[in-house]
């Protein structure tokens, strides 16, 4: 079953914050964040897996919290290369199979 | 990092012609590839995980004759979209794994197939 992604869309300014949420009705292993440009394939941002990880690179970080069955992506200060089509995917087994991925959040930062 | 090779880039063919579509791992071994399908400002759909040395699985809707799916080695895979026709015309995404556990997905550049 597919993941729900909140918000859709979202507008930004450079140097503001957002937050994308990911949840699932099913018990996770993983969480998977990609962000996707128009036109190009998916490109992989991090993996989180069960047990409450958090973690993050330069200003994007993330957190899991598998007894809610979700994942949130923290973009803080926000540089226009941010913007692009996030999308979680998440795995239920640690099988190495295939990834679910939800409807994508649109992310648009302004100058 | 891991690079995963999609070719071509994009295609245009005629009605009722067959496209190949092909996926390599350059850097890393996949026992399992995964070919996925997106319309526009739409999500990434799975069609079929490639297998190496066997058949490929298929999601449910999905036609195994229509979208044929050989994974001839642990580094390539290849669609085939046979028969094709306009509604065929979409971003075909494949993407592999290497064979470790809590490996990301890696994506390759996508086809764009445009059935005239």
């Known amino acids: 079953q597919q993941p729900v992604q909140s918000p859709q869309a979202v507008i930004l300014r450079e140097g503001e914050d957002a937050v994308i949420n990911c949840s699932s009705s099913k018990a996770l292993y993983s969480v998977h964040w990609y962000r996707q440009k128009h036109g190009e394939a998916p490109v992989f941002l991090m993996i989180l897996l069960k047990g409450g990880e958090q973690k993050g690179h330069d200003k994007i970080s993330a957190s899991f919290n598998e007894k809610k069955q979700q994942s949130s992506l923290y973009l803080t200060a926000s540089q226009l290369s941010y913007s692009g089509t996030y999308f979680c995917g998440t795995e239920q087994s640690n099988a190495g199979n295939m990834l679910t991925f939800g409807g994508g959040t649109r992310l648009m930062v302004k100058p | 990092g891991a690079v995963v090779s999609q070719h071509p880039s994009w295609v245009i063919c005629k009605s009722g012609t067959s496209v190949k579509i092909e996926c390599r791992s350059l850097?890393?071994?996949?026992?399992?590839m995964f070919w996925y399908r997106q319309f526009p400002k739409q999500s990434l759909m799975l069609m079929a995980t490639?297998?190496?040395?066997?058949?490929?699985?298929?999601e449910q809707g999905v036609e195994k004759d229509k979208f044929l799916i050989n994974h001839a080695s642990l580094t390539l895979s290849t669609l085939t979209v046979t028969s094709a026709h306009p509604e065929d015309s979409s971003f075909y995404i494949c993407?592999?794994?290497?064979?470790?556990?809590?490996?990301?997905?890696?994506f390759g550049n996508g086809t764009r197939l445009t059935v005239t």
């Open positions: 490639s297998n190496e040395g066997s058949k490929a699985t298929y």
């Open positions: 850097d890393f071994q996949a026992t399992t």
């Open positions: 993407s592999a794994r290497a064979d470790v556990y809590n490996s990301p997905l890696h």
